[in-house]
């Protein structure tokens, strides 16, 4: 089973930057053939949609919220997708999740909120946005 592995997540104050990376544990996963996602739960609050990217054509969406600020990426020569995040503010604090999907209508509609089930998950890694 390939495992997804969140990194980079910090302390950081308002107004800095951190980059999250999400690779795949093992590198037969064929990324190419997976839209990516990022995800994120803060306390008390229900799991909310990032930024996802479809594959091959790198169609991205943002949530309203970081519109602007964050950036996702993919690197699928080294199965990795990424998340710039500027401009951080204490709203940005919440456990971030990468997930991967053969399906980006799927994706999206997990994005969207609704509650189904993802070809694979990560662990999750902590941001937190404060002074």
């Known amino acids: 089973q390939v495992q997804l592995v969140e990194s980079g997540g910090d302390l950081v104050q308002p107004g800095g930057s951190l980059r999250l990376s999400c690779e795949a544990s093992?590198?037969?996963?064929?990324?190419?053939?997976?839209?990516w996602g990022w995800f994120r739960r803060a306390p008390g609050k229900k799991r909310e949609g990032v930024a996802i990217?479809?594959?091959?054509?790198?169609?991205?969406n943002y949530a309203d919220s970081v519109k602007g600020r964050f950036t996702i990426s993919r690197d699928d020569a080294k199965d990795t997708v990424y998340l710039q995040m500027n401009f951080l503010t204490p709203e940005d604090t919440a456990v971030y999740y990468c997930?991967?999907?053969?399906?980006?209508?799927?994706?999206?509609?997990?994005?969207?909120?609704?509650?189904?089930?993802?070809?694979?998950w990560g662990q999750g890694t902590q941001v937190t946005v404060s002074s």
């Open positions: 997930a991967a999907d053969r399906s980006f209508p799927l994706m999206g509609n997990v994005f969207y909120g609704a509650n189904l089930s993802l070809d694979h």
């Open positions: 093992d590198h037969t996963f064929n990324a190419f053939a997976y839209a």
């Open positions: 990217i479809s594959s091959p054509d790198g169609h991205t």
